[in-house]
């Protein structure tokens, strides 16, 4: 009974735990509750995982109505990779979050926080999930809604600023997906995208399909802030809270390159896409724009939180790079990319909650010689850092490893300039974090360690553990990039 | 005749224009948040013109009509203004909070302000 409807219970747990955080109205037992929905929502990934692993997918007719006409459940091997993704880091946020949002957030919102935490975590897994078009829509806007509200849930003025300019962008992309469904729906007669990609097959190439397609990139785009549609995302990451900030740098982003991948090889068919559409050109310039444009903004920058923002601008432009090859060993690349960076950036983001629990500032001017008086936070935040840059023995390496073997492969040796750049680049922007914490004298400031706080012990425990996953799939790759390479062999062949 | 046989959907592009360029040139939160709302207006404009059979009627069973104009774009749409709703009630919100905080809905000034 449990077992065969799992991929329901998958969406549907967060989302009635959402409201009873409400009524629970107490931020220990909504912390408590959020812990144990995440806990059981990784378990159903993971189990989720195991059945896709043997029975190659699961559909899943909601509430019983088949497929073409009821909204169906679809998951494949690349489904349950995302959603593994996201709920381990769903898990792990959570874990800390209870430290560090007393401080960041009003304490009589503290439990809204959670609520709406556990709508977004609804939203990214219902998008990751459905087979519907209009549901993914639906979704979307979910995940979208209560990210505006928690990044506006912040102490700092300018994040309801950041909000309202995230949300004006946002609602944009998502309007446009909502065209693009339209019009897919006008030429097909059907929402169901499995349904839709057999019959999309057969209809004629009229401009309406072609209309659809760029709605819906541009769409996504936004959504994905791919390079020169990124403009909300600087200012969300900088002053919403911190954790906030880990948990959206580490899923949003990811879940809609997810998208696009769905969209481009499940829909469309990635012949019709690169080929006929030659979208691949676009591609392979909004990644080399978002690679160098993210890292030199990163580079000028004082907020930690800002030039993290910028450094994950420029990680998207590698991801989006990997798609635009048009090889299995590129897309493979695309997939480990979006796993790796997904634990290393929000490990540097809850690093820079740490720093802000004990400093109350994120500007690399005040932290000058903080390395002295907080050793452990700065060493977990260098190896995350390291792994940025693509050191190796970290999983950045591999990441980039793979990108610079499929560009090679596909005979885009540019690209493996661009990418060496861009590494020699993140190299300054994280070694002037490094210089300022381990090399300047200690300041007299404002800004001292305040250790009245107690250490945050929980908060420790899951940045450990992302130090850790950093370091595992740095040496040990078999589980990521196998299961990355049957996905990306299993839909370049589909 | 052309443009007349496909009127709604020329009103359509009128008024998702009218709806972007007001999101882009005012400089009015609030106006920004009806500029979006013209926008998702004219989206749903289209989804109902879609669904659009000519001479079917409404999608009643009897004996007497055997064409019926598609009612799937009207429930579309009925769950799309529900979420609109939401996110201009979230967006009033939040510019209702930026006037106590910053003293103004006007965006240059809030831009200089952040500075």
Redesign the interface.
Known sequence: MISSNLPALQVVIPLLAAPLCIILHNRILAWLLTVLVTLTSLGISCALLNRVLIEDSITYAMGGWIAPWGIEYYIDKLTAYMLLIINAIAVLVSIGARESIENEVASDRVYLFYTTFLLNLTGLVGVIITGDAFNLFVFIEIASLSSYAIISLGKNKYSLYAALKYLIFGTIGASFILISVGLLYAVTGTLNIADMSQRLVYAENTSTITTAFVFFIIGVGIKAAIFPLHLWLPDSYTYSPSIVSAFLAGTTTKVFIYVLIRFIYSLYGYEYSFYIESFNYLLMFAACGAILYGSFQAIKQDSIKRLLAYSSISQIGYMILGLALITELGLAASLINIFNHAFIKTGLFLAVAVIIYFYKTDSIENLSGMAKTSPFTFILFLISGLSIIGVPLTSGFISKWYLIKASIDAGYWFFVLIIVFSSVLAIIYIGRIIESAYFKPERKSAYMCDESRGVPYLLFISLCIFTFVNIYFGIETTLNVDLAMKISNDLMSH | MEILSSFNYWAVIVLMMIG?YI?IANNN?LK?IIG?NI??TS?FI??IS?GKVIDGTAPILNEVNTLYSSP??HV?IL??IV?GI??TA??LA??I??YK??GTIEDNI?KKK?K
């Open positions: 972007f999101i939160l920004k979006i926008f998702q989206i289209m989804f879609m799937l774009p579309l769950t799309a979420v939401s996110t979230l967006a939040i510019i909070r930026i905080a910053f809030i952040m």
